[in-house]
């Protein structure tokens, strides 16, 4: 017979609400085999008693229902955000607080690369940028052109969303006065009037230097390293389970992910999202394509989502907003694919089976979505697709409402309140709307199923983090974002285990310690339901436990 495993614990929580505590849980075969007292464990036979976790605190495995496996390779370059963020080694690194600032450390870079003699044909390349803290200066050619005229240098922002390239970038990508491309961003005064100023928004703009570049993945590619480091940062972070939301499912990509999840010490499990929005394939194909990958499921590996994509960035201003528009008076945003081509590729993979999440961030991006999918569902009706808009921060209670009647999910992006809540109450959206930004109680309200998630490395991966946003709402000039949005901190844990299962349709596997799922456990030191609110953040991870695999964060 297999043998078994108990843990004893300080406090198990369950997320089972027919047994929300225990202070015991057996495992066998990587599943948990009982919860309960130590003698529910003794009804299942002789096991093997294991007390590492005896003042510890078990909590199910935190699922990461929106972010990009990119968060472990992106280090390999340089970082430039506001914030000071940690890397995978466990390294902090300061965040840059002027336009100078940044500037600087780019030339610094510059010098390290001529000092080693990398020749000025390869590129530098960094990311984390985001110019909506710096005022109205945005960032042009002018100032890149200060740290290098001869080397190309490319700059990726927090978002995604946008990059800003120097002179000898745009150069290398044929970008000119001529070019019509939606998303190049021109001077619109002065001597350069008409002339690219270096900032490119949205795929199809980037895509001009990202072919020359070669590296088409939005600035990280897909390695066994990278994977690995974000294996390694997911533990740190209390998570099991982690989608990669935009991956194009190519050979090579299929190759990697195998490679890494077959390995015992992979430390997360992975989804990843086939990039339908612009990807390699059209929609049949594409469909065709995902669907030829789920044969090769495993434990650690799950194929089978779509990541279908309609607007742009809030803060990027590339969103896709309802009047009264932007609050600042920035034009209407970008439609990264057209709603009415949206509709047709959607019904596609609804046809096929799959479950399509969809990035919409300003409102009218959302509406678009929900009027698509209910001409689509009406057309093709299927049982419990979970479907799931992704971000979806300006849905407000008519639009959740809508949502719950087609059966939808929401992942809400509530890292924003604290990154960008300030900025989007004076000048993406204004007051009236960032109060109800990432409308968690709106939604729970409506009876739509709830997750909420980083976008990593957009934000910082750490559901706990996530979790406190949406609990307290809280920007970092101490603004609350619409109190009556503020969920309780149980709501917040469902939504980062169970809530994110659901919409991953895990929800049978992982999301709660109870007989049957996988023995996926985040260990923790401090007890969440048991801190004060302002505090939840602070929880310390211990590590975690995957199918019955133990890993302490930080140990290799």
């Given at each position: ?41 003794k009804a299942w036979g002789e096991f093997e ?219 997360v499990r992975i989804l990843p999202a086939f ?140 890292n924003h309140i604290w990154y960008w809540g ?135």
């Open positions: 017979m297999t043998p078994t495993t108990v843990y004893p614990a300080r406090k198990i929580i369950t997320m089972n609400p027919m047994q929300e505590t225990a202070t015991h849980v057996a495992v066998r075969d990587g599943r948990v085999l009982a919860v309960g007292d130590l003698e529910t464990m008693l294991d007390e590492r976790f005896a003042d510890k605190v078990l909590m199910p495995g935190l699922v990461e229902g929106h972010c990009h496996l990119k968060e472990g390779s992106m280090w390999d370059w340089a970082y430039l955000g506001w914030f000071d963020r940690r890397d995978p080694a466990g390294k902090v690194w300061a965040g840059l607080r002027s336009m100078d600032a940044v500037v600087a450390r780019l030339a610094e870079i510059e010098a390290q690369m001529v000092a080693e003699g990398k020749p000025d044909s390869e590129p530098l390349i960094a990311w984390g940028f985001d110019p909506i803290y710096f005022g109205g200066e945005r960032m042009t050619v002018d100032h890149l052109d200060r740290a290098s005229a001869t080397r190309p240098i490319v700059i990726g922002h927090a978002n995604g969303h946008l990059m800003n390239v120097n002179t000898q970038m745009l150069a290398l990508a044929e970008v000119d006065r001529d070019c019509e491309v939606e998303g190049v961003v021109k001077f619109a005064d002065g001597p350069k009037a008409g002339e690219p100023n270096g900032e490119l928004q949205e795929p199809a703009a980037m895509y001009l230097v990202l072919r020359k570049i070669g590296n088409a993945g939005l600035l990280a590619p897909l390695t066994e390293a990278g994977v690995r480091s974000f294996g390694q940062l997911a533990c740190m972070q209390g998570v099991t389970t982690a989608t990669d939301l935009v991956n194009r499912l190519t050979d090579n990509d299929c190759t990697v992910l195998e490679a890494v999840t077959n390995d015992d010490d992979c430390r990039q339908a929005f612009h990807g390699t394939h059209g929609a049949p194909l594409g469909a065709e394509h995902v669907k030829s990958l789920v044969p090769r499921n495993s434990d650690r590996l799950r194929y089978g989502l779509v990541k279908m994509m309609l607007d742009g960035s809030i803060q990027g201003f590339s969103a896709r907003l309802r009047w009264p528009g932007h609050f600042n008076g920035a034009p209407n945003g970008i439609w990264v694919m057209a709603p009415a081509q949206y509709e047709t590729d959607f019904e596609t993979y609804h046809k096929a089976g799959l479950t399509i999440h969809t990035h919409t961030n300003g409102d009218e991006a959302s509406e678009a979505a929900i009027n698509a999918i209910e001409r689509v569902l009406a057309r093709a009706p299927r049982a419990d697709h979970r479907h799931t808009l992704q971000h979806g921060q300006m849905i407000d209670a008519p639009m959740f409402r809508r949502m719950a009647a087609l059966g939808l999910c929401a992942n809400l992006f509530a300030d900025q989007h109450y004076e000048m993406t959206m204004g007051p009236d709307r960032a109060n109800r930004i990432d409308a968690c109680g709106s939604a729970l309200a409506a009876g739509v199923p709830l997750a909420i998630h980083s976008d990593a490395p957009v934000t910082p991966l750490g559901p706990l983090f996530t979790a406190w946003c949406a609990v307290n709402r809280i920007t970092p000039k101490g603004r609350v974002l619409g109190e009556s949005e503020r969920i309780s901190v149980q709501q917040a844990l469902r939504a980062i285990t169970l809530g994110a299962a659901w919409t991953l349709k895990l929800d049978h596997e992982i999301g709660s310690i109870e007989c049957g799922k996988r023995a996926d456990f985040c260990v923790l030191e401090d007890d969440p339901l048991d801190m004060d609110p302002t505090q939840l953040k602070e929880a310390r991870v211990w590590g975690t436990v995957l199918s019955g695999r133990v890993f302490e964060a930080g140990r290799s």
